[in-house]
């Protein structure tokens, strides 16, 4: 008997452990928030013990966005805004050529377009539009409470438009496939849904002139997308593209990406969770 009553101390021990070990864990990530974020994250996470819903907080050198507690929004603001995974640095040869690229589209009268395809409740979105705030940046999400705090956060940019829809390679509808964080929301063809735009039609949409990025997170869709019509691969700059064969595995979500990019002069780089392809 005191056997087990030594063992059942010990396991108790031990998840206390775990769960003391979480703790500090999560106490350091949102220290590191608060510094590199900004000190509205500090405010943020203090409301956290009193309330819910949608919660301001402001984000250094990018200003006010709204996000959400219970949520995976948090997750996303950091990816984007302290990991900086958008922020192509290295090699400095490349981040030269992206920049001379834009500059020179720019300097000729044109208009750079940049597609956000997945693109949440708008992080990237703000990413792109203040990094290159000549270009015409297209937010498209098919998630309508992620949508709606998209247009909330880019309503400040003119140069930003939101389309609430799928992204694929044929127009048509999807019906959403949704976790409990609202984060990695797949999609999935339906008789019935939510719309589905091609990329020609997210082009169409910017009324720019010139394709110059495409950002890509769309949870595994990307299978359909690059299944066809894929005309537009000629006309962009850089793709990035997250793929998601870790989160499905066994069903090849990044082949028809793999085929696609073989048969286009793209070099490939690794930047974060992202494949940066930058046209030759």
Not at 135 to 158: G, H, Q, S, W, Y
Not at 173 to 198: C, D, M, P, Y
């Amino acid at each position: 008997m005191s056997l087990r009553n030594d063992a059942m101390c010990q396991m108790r021990e031990l998840g206390i452990q775990d769960i003391m070990n979480k703790c500090i864990r999560k106490i350091g990530q949102n220290i590191k928030d608060v510094f590199s974020l900004g000190p509205s994250f500090l405010k943020y996470y203090l409301s956290a013990f009193s309330r819910n819903g949608v919660y301001k907080v402001s984000i250094k050198n990018f200003g006010d966005m709204y996000i959400r507690h219970d949520n995976s929004d948090i997750d996303v603001i950091r990816q984007v805004f302290r990991y900086r995974e958008y922020d192509i640095k290295r090699p400095q040869f490349l981040r030269r050529r992206i920049e001379e690229k834009y500059k020179s589209i720019v300097d000729s009268g044109g208009t750079p377009i940049i597609v956000d395809a997945g693109a949440n409740i708008g992080a990237s979105s703000v990413w792109f539009a203040k990094t290159y705030p000549e270009a015409v940046i297209v937010a498209i999400e098919p998630d309508p409470e992620n949508a709606k705090l998209l247009r909330i956060n880019t309503e400040r940019f003119p140069n930003c438009k939101v389309l609430e829809a799928a992204i694929g390679a044929e127009s048509g509808f999807v019906s959403l496939i949704e976790n409990k964080l609202g984060w990695a929301v797949q999609t999935e063809r339906s008789e019935t849904g939510i719309k589905i735009v091609t990329m020609n039609d997210a082009f169409e949409a910017s009324g720019a002139d010139t394709p110059f990025m495409v950002k890509i997170d769309i949870e595994g869709f990307e299978k359909d997308l690059f299944q066809s019509n894929l005309d537009w691969l000629n006309s962009i700059y850089i793709l990035i593209v997250e793929p998601h064969d870790w989160m499905l595995p066994g069903q090849l979500s990044s082949s028809t990406l793999q085929k696609a990019i073989a048969a286009h002069d793209f070099e490939l780089f690794l930047v974060g969770e992202n494949i940066v392809y930058v046209k030759v």
